[in-house]
């Protein structure tokens, strides 16, 4: 008989439901994060700033609406209840403060912490304090949880999510729940009832290729974070997505380098977080951030994953079905010179068991539309002609 109960619970779609609160982050998720700039240098009027311009200069209206504070907004003790603190001298007026600032600015607001006993820079961690933290964190007016994977020896990670995620879940206040485990357990393969989006790799520099070297650890360029993340597409959708890590779109790469690493997120329907200083943020920086027709294929209802359709000598296409069977295509320079694209649609028809998409270029026709240059009056009835530079991409969408 208890076996039968047993079997009733576990089966019941009751426990079958998913812990995390359904409904959020439905297309990617938008905003900032201050780790990839500042790390552990942040502060109340850095924050209260950032707010000040992301809500001003045209990036809330863009889509850009979490501005989630990364490790180090903590003190190092926790207090005699056992509540984490907002560490005083970073944040002299503590986070509600902070949070309410943020909220008022109509935008919402993320903390992060770790799964382990300690954060990756040696704050206290949630082990053992689940359920309180989800409680402060409620109590805090937090909309978005960052949950990292350091100090976690000997933990199950996917147990120590779906803890996190229930704790979050009582507490009641509406969360998106992001992992941040580096893709060491293959989270896609089982957050998706526990969380809304997954980091795949570890972090990412600002660097088109390649690894850099950190003394005892290694970061992953842009492109060796989408070899990673290419074989991962059946994964991500609404309210589940892959996450290829936090935007370096103004750290310092080149321009055409910068407009590649955004297209190809974009391609990839990955979380938009942006990682630089909008306090000196050029206008091109904007100009790329902002761009409507990328964020739009980014932000397509549908949350299909792009895929790498080809990749000949340096050069390749990438392809995103989006919805009325829209298209956008992504030619690709991983090269050091200009490359020259022909494409024949005729010769490039589409199939895609994952969206079902199959198209035919010689029964239909779609106009060609530039996402980074304006184009001429062009359709797939010839075909397409460019020139795509080094370390940059070509962007077109294609519609009926
Ligand atoms: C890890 C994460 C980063 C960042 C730092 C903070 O490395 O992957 O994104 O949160 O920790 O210490």
Not at 19 to 26: E, I, T, V
Not at 37 to 54: G, S
Not at 221 to 250: C, F, S, T
């Amino acid at each position: 008989m208890k076996k039968i109960i047993l079997f009733l619970v576990l089966f019941s779609p009751f426990y079958l439901k998913a812990q995390k609160f359904d409904n959020l982050a439905m297309t990617p998720p938008m905003g900032w994060n201050s780790w990839n700039t500042f790390a552990t240098e942040i502060n109340e009027k850095l924050i209260l700033e950032t707010a000040d311009i992301l809500s001003s200069n045209g990036m809330k209206e863009s889509g850009y609406s979490y501005l989630v504070l990364d490790d180090a907004w903590m003190a190092h003790d926790r207090d005699s209840q056992g509540n984490l603190v907002a560490d005083p001298i970073k944040f002299p007026h503590g986070m509600k403060y902070v949070s309410d600032y943020v909220h008022s600015k109509g935008l919402k607001f993320g903390l992060y912490n770790c799964a382990g006993t300690q954060t990756c820079a040696g704050y206290p961690g949630t082990r053992g304090y689940e359920y309180q933290d989800a409680r402060f964190y409620a109590a805090q007016g937090v909309d978005y949880l960052k949950f990292d994977w350091c100090h976690a020896e000997g933990e199950n990670a996917q147990e120590a999510y779906k803890t996190m995620s229930k704790a979050l879940k009582q507490a009641g206040r509406p969360v998106i729940f992001s992992l941040c485990e580096w893709g060491t357990n293959k989270p896609w393969e089982w957050a998706s009832s526990i969380g809304h989006l997954w980091r795949t790799t570890g972090d990412i520099s600002s660097q088109f290729e390649g690894l850099k070297d950190n003394g005892t650890w290694k970061s992953n360029g842009v492109m060796h974070i989408v070899d990673l993340q290419a074989d991962l597409r059946k994964y991500a959708g609404p309210g589940h997505w892959n996450d290829p890590d936090m935007l370096e779109v103004g750290n310092g790469m080149k321009p055409g380098e910068d407009r590649a690493h955004f297209s190809l997120w974009c391609m990839m329907a990955a979380p938009l977080i942006l990682g630089n200083d909008l306090r000196k943020m050029s206008p091109e920086t904007l100009s790329i951030l902002t761009n409507k027709e990328a964020i739009s294929i980014d932000q397509d209802e549908l949350g299909i994953q792009g895929y790498r359709a080809s990749s000949e000598n340096g050069l390749e296409t990438w392809i995103k079905p989006l919805k009325n069977k829209e298209l956008a295509i992504c030619f690709v320079n991983r090269t050091e010179i200009p490359i020259s694209v022909q494409y024949d649609w005729s010769k490039n028809p589409v199939h895609d068991d994952l969206s079902k998409t199959d198209i035919d270029f010689t029964q239909d026709t779609y106009s060609i539309k530039g996402v980074w240059e304006k184009l001429p009056k062009i359709n797939t009835k010839k075909a397409f002609k460019g020139t795509v530079a080094p370390h940059d991409i070509i962007l077109i969408h294609l519609t009926k």
